[in-house]
């Protein structure tokens, strides 16, 4: 099976550190096959044919811990789950420098079509969908400040998702196809 591996919060900002190279080489260590990474900023995608989710998650944040003495969440996502989520994504969404775009990957904890009524959506600026297992986001940039987006930051909802924007979450899901899918 095909899956996708998202790692919160590692190379930005110049914290938590993973060189990608090494990255593939701990994944492949555990046994998964056709790693590839894309960008810096932890997307991973591998095929396992073993395990499920939650226990490649722990083995990943096992190795990841091992390997860089970083404790780093991981997200598993399946093919079918990342393609539902892509498919969600508005054709005229891009992140440019008229438009940004997210995708907000969602854990368990958090992944809920009412998590939107907790959010600080500013209707008149923010374009917001639900898609099961992320919250799709976008706004013009000249209403940047005024975007609700900026008031997650820092929150316990924050902590409970890893973001991607528009264009990084359509390659990985053309990545995830070409590795198999």
């Not at 919160?8 to 790693?35: A, C, P, T």
């Not at 997307?43 to 395990?51: T, V, Y």
């Amino acid at each position: 099976m095909v899956y996708l591996a998202l790692l919160r919060g590692i190379n930005v900002g110049g914290n938590n550190k993973i060189d990608m190279k090494q990255l593939k080489q701990s994944f492949e260590r555990l046994g998964l096959s056709h790693v590839v990474t894309y960008i810096n900023t932890g997307n991973i995608i591998f095929s396992d044919g073993l395990h499920s989710p939650a226990e490649l998650a722990v083995m990943l944040e096992e190795a990841i811990l091992s390997d860089f003495g970083l404790s780093i969440r991981v997200m598993i996502r399946t093919l079918e789950e990342i393609k539902r989520i892509t498919e969600k994504i508005p054709a005229d969404w891009t992140n440019d420098t008229d438009m940004r775009s997210d995708v907000l990957y969602l854990w368990e904890e958090v992944d809920r079509e009412s998590v939107l009524e907790e959010l600080p959506i500013k209707p008149e600026f923010d374009r917001v969908i639900y898609a099961p297992g992320a919250i799709l986001w976008s706004y013009d940039r000249v209403n940047a400040t005024r975007s609700g987006m900026n008031k997650i930051i820092g929150t316990a909802f924050y902590r409970q998702v890893t973001v991607r924007n528009v264009n990084t979450a359509r390659k990985l899901y053309e990545l995830m196809q070409a590795n198999g899918g």
